[in-house]
């Protein structure tokens, strides 16, 4: 009874003081039980909606609703939820709803992971490994004509357990064997959480963030680690941005293999918390989800906006500090190449969420080297500017891909319809190509002059193209940025010393169709291609271990549209060269089509030469070339000495998709090698002398502009 009148006084007074200060959202005063035990969860939600029309919401189907303050009416049930509309009701200063029930969405699958079945999720669940309520589990009542809202949260839980939520912590006290906690979020956000667990915790304050990790088992090592790299991330995105939005953020260990970027914490599964690259990788990724979508929120109706700019604020940047910026780059608009053709492209203004490889390389790769061509066009500062302006005026509010225009617009005072036009509101990409390339020498000055091309659309775009020109004598590359608006122009550079080579976009500084010639080969080119041969080595004893491998690809893929012919390779003569192909076996007559000594000579050092001929003799190797017969074809190589892991790498690929060749070792196929070939020749480049010898790397290249140093 006591328990009762202390929750009660404190919801009284949260919502006395949140009557008073939130009216432009709805805002929920919960009074939450558990028992473990039993999955069950038993809520008191006191409701005070924004606008008094508000009537229909939706809720966990596994709820029901057991008293309410007034009348109520299910009028459609589903999987995830249960939607209700109120009747009949005084448009009072609140509403109130009484609901109970269990909330254990796959408990059999949480409960019983193996390592095969590691990343099996839930939408929400209530036992005794953990709790996990969110958004998606509907457990508080969504609203149908808003999205935002704020929140107080009264719960009560056995005192061995912790708490934890995107709200303040504003008390946590134990009594008996019971512990009580509440919790306030007075700015706006799009979902309520609540997490649970046993946990060790570990806390650290830095210019009045606290940063908290939380451990199913006590590590101080591995605490120590997140609490210092968080600190040093807060503080390169504070002065980028602006102020961190949350006053503390929660690294989690979650109960399943997670990486849940969440508003003021993320979620991250045992396994991944200790990948020893996780914090220089996927960790800065989803804190800074913390400004972009967990407290500027998208407006998905108009387009997720948000994991192109975090995948080249997290991601790029760091690349970018080790200097590779133009190769990450250069991924990126591979995947875009590899994955999307005129059937399944669509805006990126559409773009929601990823549900395949074409629609991540719209929604973040696309979206990511648009928001790296601003920053070429206006400069780091300016970039930043016009982004940390977007973040002041959208803090804690619904944003979209105009929003981020208008505050472009804002600083820089061009107006920008063209260039959003053409990148986010509409599909496709551009064909560059370099042409025509000519030096004259006249009255002491070389003469440069050349043509650039662009295709791929009816209606040309306007584009700034990166020119690097070579000069002989100074050993410099000048760059020039050069306007191109039609689909053919000619250029004009005059110079005092010898231009001997030019290059077309070589930091990959622009969004485009990449020539296959100018990008290694890769997995990506084959599982992205629409037609595959599969060519099996009729004579090898693992015959039977590969053909299964290729009839689970067949039944894999034809969903995709993807044409799969399997054939003998004592049935063919030669290699097909209007498709991509699969050799599979070192025993492959075909085998011996693909030496890497003969296609790459000494591009190749003898150190990865021998690592690949050793998997290939021991374990198992997986690499990619071009069709000798058609460039612009991919052949696949696969051979593994243990037939039990052949079916394996199935699983392996799409991992490993950007890469030339991945080495695997053991039965758990652990992966000991990985890269990219080098680059026989780019059409976007013309050594315009090539009578000189050169040795082209000790060329001074520009220097890169790096976001953050």
């Not at 089509?593 to 000579?601: A, E, P, V």
């Not at 950007?658 to 480049?685: C, D, I, R, W």
Request: aromatic share 12%.
């Amino acid at each position: 009874m006591k328990q009762a009148i202390y929750f009660t006084l404190l919801i009284i007074c949260t919502l006395s003081i949140n009557a008073q200060t939130h009216s432009k959202y709805n805002h929920h005063s919960l009074y939450v039980e558990f028992d473990i035990s039993s999955s069950f969860i038993d809520v008191t939600d006191t409701i005070i909606l924004s606008n008094q029309d508000m009537k229909v919401f939706y809720l966990n189907p596994s709820l029901s609703i057991y008293e309410s303050s007034c009348n109520i009416k299910k009028i459609e049930s589903g999987n995830s939820y249960s939607k209700y509309e109120l009747t009949n009701y005084n448009k009072t200063d609140h509403i109130i709803l009484k609901y109970k029930g269990i909330i254990a969405n796959n408990k059999d699958g949480i409960q019983n992971i193996t390592h095969k079945t590691m990343y099996e999720s839930t939408t929400g669940i209530i036992f005794d490994k953990g709790i996990y309520l969110s958004g998606d589990t509907y457990w508080v009542p969504d609203f149908e004509t808003t999205n935002l809202k704020t929140f107080s949260i009264n719960a009560v839980i056995d005192k061995n357990w912790l708490l934890t939520s995107q709200g303040n912590i504003v008390s946590e006290q134990s009594k008996d064997s019971l512990k009580y906690f509440q919790f306030n979020m007075d700015n706006p956000t799009n979902q309520v959480c609540l997490i649970g667990n046993k946990w060790s915790k570990y806390s650290k304050t830095i210019n009045n963030i606290d940063i908290h990790v939380y451990l199913i088992n006590p590590d101080d090592a591995l605490a120590q680690r997140y609490l210092n790299v968080t600190s040093e991330y807060l503080d390169i995105y504070s002065n980028i941005i602006g102020e961190f939005p949350y006053p503390k953020f929660d690294v989690i260990e979650n109960f399943w293999e997670s990486g849940y970027g969440m508003p003021s914490f993320t979620l991250l599964g045992k396994r991944v918390m200790r990948f020893p690259w996780i914090l220089n990788t996927s960790y800065p990724h989803e804190l800074l989800h913390n400004y972009w979508g967990n407290s500027v929120y998208v407006d998905y109706d108009k387009g997720n906006w948000c994991e192109g700019i975090t995948t080249y604020m997290a991601d790029h940047l760091l690349k970018e500090q080790d200097g590779d910026g133009d190769i990450f780059r250069r991924a990126q608009l591979k995947k875009y190449t590899d994955y999307v053709n005129p059937e399944n492209d669509f805006a990126p203004n559409q773009f929601k969420s990823k549900y395949d490889a074409a629609s991540e390389a719209i929604g973040y790769s696309k979206v990511l080297m648009t928001n790296h061509m601003l920053r070429i066009k206006y400069g780091t500062d300016i970039f930043l500017k016009s982004y940390a302006d977007f973040y002041q005026n959208h803090q804690f509010e619904t944003a979209s891909f105009e929003d981020i225009k208008n505050s472009f617009e804002k600083v820089t005072g061009d107006n920008l319809d063209e260039f959003f036009k053409q990148w986010i509101n509409s599909t496709g990409a551009l064909v560059i190509e370099l042409g025509k390339v000519k030096l004259k020498k006249k009255k002491g000055q070389y003469i440069l002059k050349f043509n650039i091309s662009q295709a791929g659309t009816s209606k040309p775009f306007l584009l700034n193209i990166p020119v690097f020109v070579y000069l002989s004598n100074s050993k410099t590359v000048e760059r020039k940025v050069l306007q191109l608006n039609t689909h053919l122009q000619s250029y004009t550079l005059t110079y005092t010393e010898e231009p001997i080579r030019i290059d077309i976009d070589p930091m990959f500084d622009i969004m485009r169709i990449l020539n296959p010639q100018e990008v290694p080969p890769t997995l990506s080119q084959i599982l992205g291609s629409d037609k595959w041969t599969v060519i099996l080595p009729k004579s090898s004893k693992a015959y039977f271990y590969y053909k299964n491998l290729a009839i689970s690809w067949s039944n894999m893929y034809k969903q995709q549209g993807i044409e799969i012919e399997l054939l003998n390779d004592n049935k063919i003569n030669q290699l097909p060269n209007d498709c991509s192909v699969w050799i599979l076996g070192a025993e492959n007559a075909f085998a011996k089509n693909i030496n890497l000594q003969d296609i790459y000579g000494s591009m190749l050092s003898k150190e990865t030469l021998a690592k690949i001929d050793s998997l290939d003799r021991n374990e198992l190797i997986v690499f990619t070339v071009s069709n000798p017969e058609n460039k612009n074809k991919t052949i696949a190589y696969i051979n593994g000495n243990d037939p039990a892991t052949i079916g394996q790498i199935n699983m392996k690929l799409m991992h490993y998709s950007n890469f030339s060749y991945a080495g695997f070792e053991g039965k758990a196929l652990q992966n000991t090698l990985k890269g990219n070939f080098p680059v026989l020749k780019s059409p976007m480049n013309y050594i315009i002398n090539n009578k000189i010898s050169v040795e082209w790397s000790k060329f001074k290249l520009p220097e890169a502009d790096i976001m953050c140093k």
